[in-house]
């Protein structure tokens, strides 16, 4: 294992988590004592992991006096089991048990590509009264950073559109590390990713033999199809927190119109941050432009 992810995991621990008790890493950065507003609750997207976050926490800290990551079920340190369905409603039960184990009362939620999806589930449970009496405090804003939300609109690689056919198994024993880069670079949207963002994405990916299962825990688009229309963009609609739509202009995947989209049609309230030369992978491709323009949403609620 590379220095820097073998660092990130000896920072955190694990939790168990469901009746098998699959273990889930978890990075627990700060006070315990921090009150809610003071919480910054982040969800990684795919194919990546709560390590996508290193170059950005200490501006965060400088906000937040406590900052909770996970390694959801099938990504980075956690397990990555064959037998589960990786499903994004068993994900957002992921975060709550995080959150509960860990003594979470509320916070802000900070999401990123499929964790977009997540915390619109999250989202949707919030509004349907659904969240647990122990989150007492509840959320306190919901900021959405470059997830395909509105998956008519998003523009999917050829290998994600292979993953998720009956060729997907298939796939996944074929791709290797020369066409995980080609694809992600594809998706990023320009060249601004480092060979070491790309190398440590792909470790991260293929600890457990992860690089395996990715035609599993790709299959959370079905759920996107479909619940989108009838649960989560509603949810989005009607909610009245705080929404920030936080968008790499370049991402070639959830491209901005996506975010436009979304802010004229769904949630007209929202807050629309563009960042001009950045891509899907943001907080990874200009993580001082990305920290702004999230730090800037909070300072404005404030």
Known sequence: MSPALENWKTSGETMPFGPLEHQVFVLRIGSDQATADRTLLLLHGFPESSYSFHKVIQRLRTRFDRIILFDMLGYGHSDKPIDYSYSLFEQA????????????????????????SVATEILARRELGLLPAWLSDGLLSVTFTNGSIVLDLAQLRITQKLLLSRFGSLMNRITGYRIFCQQVRSAHGNDHLSEEDLSLLWEANSLQRG??????TIKYLQDRRRFETSRWLPALAHTDLPIHLCWGKDDAVAKVEMAHYLQRNVCQSARLSVMPNVGHFCQLDRPEIWAEQVLGFYESLA
């Open 211 to 216: 690089h395996r299962k990715t035609y599993l």
């Open 93 to 116: 039960d992921t975060a709550l048990s995080v959150w509960q184990h860990w003594g979470i009362t509320g916070g802000h939620l900070l999401a990123h590509d499929m964790g977009d």
